[in-house]
């Protein structure tokens, strides 16, 4: 029994070639192209996951809270700025 080399790539070639091929690098690669909404998207996703998993309930969750860590954002949030001379 012969082992088959797993591909370190994990993107479908068809999938690369049709991104390539129905777009310019800045659709792509610019500030407002694709890869920056992904990354975006996906900073977002992990960011709400881990408040989530930090404060015990999703967000706009209605049921009985039992820790005092809540995130409804109507709290006012204290500064306080130490002024250096």
């Known amino acids: 029994m012969t082992k088959t080399k797993k591909s370190k790539n ?10 390539l091929e129905h777009s310019d690098g800045q659709e792509l690669f610019g500030n407002d192209g694709f890869f920056h909404h992904l990354k975006q998207g996906l900073v ?5 996951g881990e408040m989530e998993h ?19 954002g109507y709290s006012k949030n204290a500064s306080h700025q130490v002024m250096i001379h």
Do not use: F, M, T
Not at 10 to 19: D, N, S, V
Not at 54 to 68: F, R, T, W
């Open 10 to 19: 994990r993107i479908p070639p068809k999938l690369l070639e049709a991104l």
């Open 44 to 48: 977002e996703g992990i960011l709400e």
């Open 54 to 72: 930090h404060i015990g309930y999703e967000k706009h969750d209605k049921s009985l809270k039992q820790a005092a860590n809540r995130r409804n």
